[in-house]
């Protein structure tokens, strides 16, 4: 009986031995696991964390060179809301104006022209609003100046809607040219005419 019963305590002491080794067993196997799983979140974090700067640093290269084709671009370019206000102007446009961005955003073209010449500017706007359509290399003339305008739509990534491009280049000097060659042509055709009268009245003397 004695034999029974300490047989019987030593199989009871191995199964509690097991049970806690497999209870051990089982928690380091976990812990494995979660490690592992830990060591590929945070390489997959990483992964991410170089896509996204990889990307933002793509977009901002792209700005950049954007903007400074812009500034350079020889042009006036500015950008106007569905209700006319200045968003944002490139370098030459301030400069042209004698105002900053800060001058200017908000404004309407009332703020800086004559009701006239403001309510023309925006129904030419009004209409780009409407058919959606771009209006290329229009010919406008303000302030005592020929521009060569186009106007156009563009995302605005500020306001999450659209914005009116306008692009606007400075041909008085060009103008001005064609008036003189205008008035050269005029001038040699009248001496021509005249040129060519005097040679048949001369003929007819003769």
């Not at 991410?48 to 954007?66: C, D, M, P, T, Y």
């Not at 409407?130 to 521009?147: C, M, S, T």
């Not at 995302?155 to 003189?180: N, Q, R, V, W, Y």
Request: charged share 30%.
């Amino acid at each position: 009986i004695r034999a029974c019963k300490e047989r019987h305590s030593f199989m009871s002491t191995s199964d509690a031995f097991l049970r806690n080794h497999l209870v051990i067993g089982l928690i380091i196997l976990a812990l494995m696991l979660l490690s592992i799983i830990n060591i590929f979140r945070i390489r997959s974090e990483k992964e991410k964390r170089a896509i996204l700067a990889e990307k933002n640093e793509v977009l901002r290269l792209s700005k950049e060179r954007f903007q400074t084709m812009v500034e350079n671009s020889g042009a006036y370019i500015f950008l106007k809301d569905r209700e006319g206000r200045f968003l944002h102007a490139n370098k030459k446009f301030l400069d042209g104006i004698g105002l900053s961005i800060e001058k200017i955003r908000g404004k309407n073209n009332a703020d800086f022209f004559s009701k006239e010449v403001a309510g023309r500017l925006d129904r030419n706007n009004s209409r780009i609003w409407a058919d959606r359509v771009p209006h290329r290399n229009q010919i406008e003339y303000l302030a005592g100046k020929w521009f060569l305008e186009s106007r156009f739509l563009v995302p605005d990534p500020e306001s999450g809607t659209e914005a009116l491009c306008i692009m606007s280049f400075d041909i008085t000097a060009l103008k001005e040219h064609e008036k003189k060659l205008s008035k050269a042509m005029e001038d040699a055709a009248a001496a021509n005419q005249a040129k060519s009268e005097f040679l048949a009245n001369m003929s007819h003397e003769i």
